[in-house]
């Protein structure tokens, strides 16, 4: 371990307390995946990510990496046509436990 995680958990300062799996598309649109929390402090060295205010539907699911798969699936062929939102172009936030 190189104390990333460490030096995260220090910066934790908001309401939303714990560390965070985030993907979105960056600017080359390729897909990435982010360890991040959120903040207030300066970034440092860290990659700063700027979440635009959105309306965001919370699911909730525990057990393996498979199992968060499936719920995902779920959530995009079976509660998302049905639910009257679309899709926005913006990170998808997976909280994934506290520190």
Do not use: H
């Not at 965001?56 to 699911?61: D, L, Q, R």
């Not at 968060?68 to 899709?87: A, D, N």
């Amino acid at each position: 371990m190189d104390g990333t995680i460490a030096r995260l958990a220090e910066m934790m300062d908001t309401p939303i307390y714990g560390l965070m799996g985030v993907s979105t598309c960056n600017e080359k649109d390729e897909w990435e995946y982010l360890v991040a929390v959120s903040t207030t402090k300066e970034k440092g060295d860290f990659e700063e990510l700027v979440v635009p205010p959105s309306t965001w539907a919370v699911f909730y699911e525990e057990g393996p990496v498979i199992k968060m798969q499936e719920l995902e699936t779920r959530i995009v062929t079976e509660w998302l046509p049905t639910s009257g939102y679309e899709y926005a172009n913006a990170p998808e936030t997976v909280k994934n436990c506290a520190v």
